[in-house]
T-cell receptor
Framework: EAGVVQSPRYKIIEKKQPVAFWCNPISGHNTLYWYLQNLGQGPELLIRYENEEAVDDSQLPKDRFSAERLKGVDSTLKIQPAELGDSAVYLC??????????????FGPGTRLTVL | KNQVEQSPQSLIILEGKNCTLQCNYTVSPFSNLRWYKQDTGRGPVSLTIMTFSENTKSNGRYTATLDADTKQSSLHITASQLSDSASYICVVSAQGGSYIPTFGRGTSLIVHP
């Protein structure tokens, strides 16, 4: 069975440009998560979806970040405009149920963003 | 404020040796604690999960312990292998309310031949 798929794996852009990341969760997984991970740090939750509904988006900087999960399957995370401080790895994860922290999350390989 | 502190920040050991990684947390009310392994360039992979009533959980050569009274956990790796080289992240979740797990910064383990 395929794991969580993310694309692109790497992205280099100039500041003030827009960028989008795509995530396809494991088939049948209802919950999808977007995390930001800086070098040498643990992941930080940006947003969590239960099916197509966004919950727990308090950590998402809504002035420049947006996310969507149409039809409750794959998801897109967008940054517009990107800033130098956005350089990080963006991880997507999915879990089977909607019982919150008890579910095992399966992570994708991440997208490494470099903003010049 | 919920916090998860891990030590040491980094560790270098020889292949075949054992090691123990530490995790202290202040997350309350406690729900569960997970240890993840993150290989370079990969996403984290769950190793163990423990709830309040569990004080030890094993997964192959990995054994996690939990002391809910002192709010401490450890991950013991037995007979280390080169493939154990990775970052090990402790994640603690609170009960109820909005689900936002608290991640530690991780311990970077390097196993030398």
């Amino acid at each position: 069975e395929a794991g969580v798929v993310q694309s692109p794996r790497y992205k280099i852009i100039e500041k003030k440009q827009p960028v989008a990341f795509w995530c396809n969760p494991i088939s049948g997984h209802n919950t999808l998560y977007w995390y930001l991970q800086n070098l040498g740090q643990g992941p930080e939750l940006l947003i969590r979806y239960e099916n197509e509904e966004a919950v727990d988006d308090s950590q998402l900087p809504k002035d420049r970040f947006s996310a969507e999960r149409l039809k409750g399957v794959d998801s897109t995370l967008k940054i517009q405009p990107a800033e130098l401080g956005d350089s990080a790895v963006y991880l997507c994860a999915s879990s089977l149920g909607t019982s919150g922290s008890a579910d095992t999350q399966y992570f994708g390989p991440g997208t490494r963003l470099t903003v010049l | 404020k919920n916090q998860v502190e891990q030590s040491p920040q980094s560790l270098i050991i020889l292949e075949g040796k054992n090691c123990t990684l530490q995790c202290n947390y202040t997350v309350s009310p406690f729900s569960n604690l997970r240890w993840y392994k993150q290989d370079t360039g990969r996403g984290p992979v769950s190793l163990t999960i423990m709830t309040f009533s569990e004080n030890t959980k094993s997964n192959g050569r990995y054994t996690a312990t939990l002391d809910a009274d002192t709010k401490q956990s450890s991950l013991h790796i037995t007979a280390s292998q080169l493939s154990d080289s990775a970052s090990y992240i402790c994640v603690v979740s609170a009960q109820g309310g909005s689900y936002i797990p608290t991640f530690g910064r991780g311990t970077s383990l390097i196993v030398h031949p």
